[in-house]
T-cell receptor, first 116, second 111 residues
């Protein structure tokens, strides 16, 4: 069966420090991968998605970047964190859809990031 | 741009009640509609997915319906239990498999 892992579960970082959040998927090949952010009092917002190694699409301009160095590894990074980067970050994967049949997305347990 | 709205934002019911959560979307050109459950501080658990060609899906005490023409989906929970307390999110999927989420309904089932 497929599983998705995110770490760390919680992280407290000072403003201006770098960030690296990691997400890995097991039990499937060539998944679509997604990074979402859930800020306090706001809904889930798609940040990045990837359909293959080295292929990253950004939905929202921001202080963050994403990379996919391996098929089942998705990394969210920042060189200098801002206070507004605080939130709950969720990674998700899906099988690529075919035709009009789209596939469900499956979520990790999330990383709660607090910026001080 | 797709907009997804969930009503009510919060709901408190006594145990045993049947309840309906509502989800509406502005663009009917969706590929599917997915319902999730989120417990406090946790990730999302997929509950039901309705393909655009389907009208409803059932899993145990949960039933989700989809009416694309009116831009609505409902999640029906039968015989609610305290363990059902959580935030319920609906999300529409577009042709690129991108999800647009509603703001969620926070459900509290009192024993």
């Amino acid at each position: 069966s497929q599983t998705i892992h995110q770490w760390p579960a919680t992280l407290v970082q000072p403003v201006g420090s770098p960030l690296s959040l990691e997400c890995t998927v097991e039990g499937t090949s060539n998944p679509n991968l997604y990074w979402y952010r859930q800020a306090a009092g706001r809904g889930l917002q798609l940040l990045f998605y990837s359909v293959g190694i080295g292929q990253i699409s950004s939905e929202v301009p921001q202080n963050l970047s994403a990379s996919r160095p391996q098929d089942r590894q998705f990394i969210l990074s920042s060189k200098k964190l801002l206070l507004s980067d605080s939130g709950f970050y969720l990674c998700a994967w899906s099988v690529a859809g075919t035709g009009t049949i789209s596939q469900p997305q499956h979520f990790g347990d999330g990383t709660r990031l607090s910026i001080l | 741009k797709q907009e997804v709205t969930q009503i009510p934002a919060a709901l408190s019911v006594p145990e045993g009640e049947n309840l309906v959560l509502n989800c509406s979307f502005t663009d009917s050109a969706i590929y599917n509609l997915q319902w999730f459950r989120q417990d406090p501080g946790k990730g999302l658990t997929s509950l039901l997915l309705i393909q655009s060609s389907q009208r409803e899906q059932t899993s145990g005490r949960l039933n989700a319906s989809l009416d694309k023409s009116s831009g609505r989906s409902t999640l029906y929970i039968a015989a609610s239990q305290p363990g059902d307390s959580a935030t319920y999110l609906c999300a529409s999927t577009d042709a690129g498999n991108m999800l647009t989420f509603g703001g969620g309904t926070r459900l509290m089932v009192k024993p």
